[in-house]
């Protein structure tokens, strides 16, 4: 939204609730990062029994992109359609996918995506090719690639938002090291929504930021119907902006929480929430990390390269969608220790992240109206239970045997060693879903231009809108 306002003659304020993330060693260092968990400041929420957990969001220019692992996928060309799982439906968007296409080309020009089409099997139809060549495999990841094609499957190169320039690397900007997943890159290569979007804008005369800014509440005027002004909180005291156009991108999780904390007269239950939709079908996606364990030396540096769609809508034993299938950033034995008992050696860790190939699992989460975020004094509280998960589970079993039929996944302890972790209700970084866009203002927030229904100058520009979740990064 701001890269594509910033020339336009407008006078822009973006109000940010952080400050720029501090380019510092701690960037690339994995027990602060990982560890310490050093660049998630967010505040605290509660779960549906009133426990604290952190959830693993920062508040900086740029969001969590500035931590994101840069994969940059579309969504298939079926996911805005009705799609029927084994838990249930994922419905209709009110738009299709062809109506977002030129929209997913710009937007993968601006953030450096290399990639290559015509490999995914699930593949949606693109206008252009990737801005940008494919990043190439490294050697363990080349051979599991070519024993996967051998084996009948359909790995693909990642499409990854980096500055990275292979043909001449003394001028790449990125330089293809293993503190890109998680991370926050010292060397501005990643391409997140800071460097390349917010940065540049603050360059013109028009567009101006203020840092460490707590939007609080939307306060609308007499007849309800547009935002007066926004209350936030400045240097611990309270100030008021007016704008003919005001557009919330805080994320799935705060953006509802400010509709919720925006009530007045007219808006009891949080403003625009004529629906009852406000903060309602939150997902997050069925997230699985998988750690396959070699014999052989896995020496790869840059190895978040490949992913596998083969079984994205399911296959000949099962007609219904299961996920997708990605390599994640390489593992050290620091970022093992997070996971592992106390008691574990740390040559044992060692040997394990030597000889590791790490795997990321999505899975469709469904729309459900009791998964939602609300206020409870003071707190978030975020109700989540999950859902649609036999395809998922079938999916990271038939993957696992897969990968043990794979000579480059063979294992050092008893054939056979996996070490599984499912993502908890902290990991929020793929949320989306609690202020759902359609045509109907009884069953939904945002119009199809993100518009609040009710408040004739709102909009809102994140995952919010989703309708569903798909299976791939949002």
Not at 66 to 77: I, N, T
């Amino acid at each position: 939204m701001l890269d594509t306002l910033k020339n336009s003659g407008k006078i822009i304020l973006v109000l940010e609730r952080g400050s720029f993330l501090p380019k510092e060693k701690a960037n690339w260092n994995t027990i602060e990062v990982f560890q310490k968990d050093r660049y998630h400041n967010s505040e605290k929420f509660i779960d549906d029994k009133g426990k604290e957990f952190k959830p693993g969001m920062g508040y900086w220019v740029g969001g969590n992109t500035k931590v994101y692992g840069a994969a940059l996928f579309r969504l298939r060309e079926r996911d805005f359609e009705t799609i029927h799982h084994t838990g249930g439906i994922s419905p209709e968007w009110p738009l299709t996918y062809h109506d977002l296409e030129p929209y997913y080309t710009r937007a993968e020009k601006l953030y450096n995506v290399h990639g290559k089409k015509g490999i995914d099997p699930s593949e949606p139809f693109m206008s252009e090719e990737y801005p940008n060549d494919p990043i190439s495999h490294e050697p363990v990841i080349q051979e599991l690639h070519d024993d996967l094609k051998n084996r009948g499957y359909n790995p693909f190169y990642i499409p990854l938002g980096v500055k990275l320039n292979e043909k001449d690397t003394l001028i790449s900007e990125c330089i293809r090291c293993d503190t890109c997943e998680g991370f926050p890159c010292l060397i501005d290569a990643n391409a997140d929504a800071d460097i390349n979007c917010v940065r540049p804008a603050i360059k013109n005369s028009n567009v101006s930021l203020i840092k460490d800014a707590k939007v609080t509440r939307f306060i609308t005027n007499a007849t309800d119907n547009i935002i007066e002004s926004v209350e936030v909180e400045v240097e611990g005291k309270k100030q008021f902006f007016k704008g003919d156009i005001v557009v919330a991108s805080c994320g799935a999780i705060k953006s509802a929480i400010l509709f919720l904390k925006s009530v007045n007269d007219k808006h009891l239950d949080g403003l625009a929430n004529k629906s009852g939709q406000v903060g309602r079908n939150f997902m997050k996606h069925q997230n699985a990390a998988i750690l396959a364990i070699s014999r052989k030396l896995n020496n790869s540096v840059f190895q978040k390269t490949m992913a596998v769609n083969d079984f994205y809508f399911g296959d000949k034993d099962f007609g219904f969608p299961m996920g997708h299938i990605q390599l994640l950033g390489k593992s050290n034995k620091d970022m093992l220790a997070a996971d592992a008992p106390k008691f574990a050696p740390g040559f044992v860790l060692d040997k394990m992240a030597e000889h590791s190939i790490n795997w990321w699992m999505t899975g469709e989460d469904l729309p459900d109206p009791d998964n939602r975020v609300t206020v409870k004094g003071d707190n978030v509280q975020l109700f989540y239970k999950d859902n649609n998960q036999q395809g998922f589970e079938r999916m990271k079993k038939k993957w696992k045997n897969i990968l043990e039929e794979c000579e480059v996944c063979d294992t050092i302890i008893d054939h056979k060693l996996y070490l599984g972790k499912d993502i908890p209700l902290a990991g929020v970084a793929h949320q989306n879903g609690t202020l759902r866009f359609g045509t109907d203002p009884l069953t939904s927030v945002l119009d199809i231009n993100c518009k609040a229904h009710e408040i004739d100058n709102l909009y809102v520009v994140d995952g919010s809108f989703f309708v569903s979740s798909g299976a791939v990064n949002p």
